[in-house]
């Protein structure tokens, strides 16, 4: 089987990472496409080579610009390779721009895509990123969720539950996967020389509603320069290095001696950071993610997330840009034994680790079945009803579909929404499902 791999910036590098090592492991044919859109060696080349990933086979070479200019190069580059290429099933990850223009273009050429990490939503559609997710999810073939509360947003949306596979986040494959090898490996906390070892704050951001917006971004500066009770490392993102640069801060902040500015930082060494780090402080997705799972509170500089998982299960706080939320809580955990053990100990909502070889699995076994096909159906539609039913038989979902030629879409049990797993047994539930009379 050939499958295409397409990415182009640094977290969709760091989560594919796991399922392009299943494919080769499985001796697949892998095509990976970079899109081009983070070149600098900081934010591409070194994540190849820290987690030993393949060179790309094509290099579109979209560089920086509008996200019309970017999506628009993104899929003429890519349907050129689509084209020649011919893979089974194209992949794309998460929510930027390539994960858009990938998903579009392969669908259109009937070539089914697979969309890892699916079914996020922040209903916010001020975010490029929400608009890359609605976009993707709509053109995707099988929908790679890493919880069921993402399952349940498709399942909403009315997207088919057969298609839907929750898998966990390859994020944790690649955090454990690399954990222990970075602890052997980096040097980074010496190499930081700081005088407290207790005491450090993972920063990053590099959200466009904070970096972009002179009072957010201003916001937060002043609640960083309060935090002298803590070493706070800031790997920064180019797009802050410049808009900070051109707000006339950058050298306000890095004068501060409790602040530590550095290039982005390699994997390994970022894993290690965040793992001896007290609070992650971040608006990034894959660190709300990482920091859950490496036991570390996170505070989000944002005022929604797509990941309410992490909230829910009492690991993060949306802390917004607000200066005074930001001092109290960072103090709270620094001073409150029992809350920050609280947040520490939350539980890790994103899988076990085994969401790569879960998805190929899939992928193998529709392959295997002659599934991966988009085609035009050739049996007549006679009767298409969406219905809803209070259900009083004791039955499991599957064997409601199969008894009444139903579909089912979504459950809702009396509390909370449910997704229609085949041995559900949804007596008592309330049940959406399609009505086939074919
Ligand atoms: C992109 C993604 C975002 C993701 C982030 C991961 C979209 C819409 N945005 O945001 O979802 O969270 O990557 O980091 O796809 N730049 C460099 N060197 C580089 C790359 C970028 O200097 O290698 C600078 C350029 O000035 C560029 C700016 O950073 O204009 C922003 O880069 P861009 O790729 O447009 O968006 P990100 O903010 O990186
Ligand atoms: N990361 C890294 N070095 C850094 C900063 C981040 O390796 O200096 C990793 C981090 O572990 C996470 C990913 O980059 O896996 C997150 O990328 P980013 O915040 O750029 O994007 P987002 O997740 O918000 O889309």
Known sequence: MKI????????????????IDEIEKRSHE?????????????????????????????????????????????????????????PDIVLVQGDTNAVLAGALVAQKLHIPVGHVEAGLRSFDVSMPEEINRLGADCCSYFYFVPTEESAINLALEGYMPENIFVTGNSVVDTCFRNLKIAEKTSTI????????????????????????????????????MELKDFNIIFPIHPRTKKTLENFGLYDKLEALPHIHITKPIGYLDFLVLISKSIIVLTDSGGLQEEAITLNVPALTLRYNTERPETVTAGGNILVGADKDFILETADKILNNEEFYSSMKNAKNPYGDGSAACQMLDIIEDAYNKNNLKIESPDNIMTSFKVKMENIDED?????????????????????????PKKDLNIKGSMVLFNEYNI
Do not use: W
């Open 4 to 19: 295409c791999v397409i990415l182009g910036t640094r977290p969709e590098i760091i989560k594919m990472a796991p399922v």
């Open 30 to 86: 892998l095509l990976l496409i970079h899109t081009g859109q983070h070149y600098d060696k900081e934010m591409s080349e070194n994540f190849f080579i820290d987690l030993e990933l393949p060179k790309p086979n094509y290099n579109i070479h979209v560089g920086s610009g509008s996200h019309g200019k970017q999506t628009g190069l993104m899929m003429e580059g890519i349907e050129e390779v689509l084209i020649d290429e011919k």
């Open 189 to 224: 906390i010496d190499d930081l020389d700081l005088d407290n070892l207790d005491n450090i704050i993972t920063l990053t951001m590099h959200r466009a509603e904070n970096v972009d917006n002179k009072q957010r971004l201003l916001s937060i500066i002043e609640a960083l």
């Open 395 to 419: 039955i499991t979902v599957s064997k409601f579909e199969k008894k009444y030629n139903r579909i089912v879409r979504v459950v809702y049990n009396g509390e909370e929404m449910v997704f």
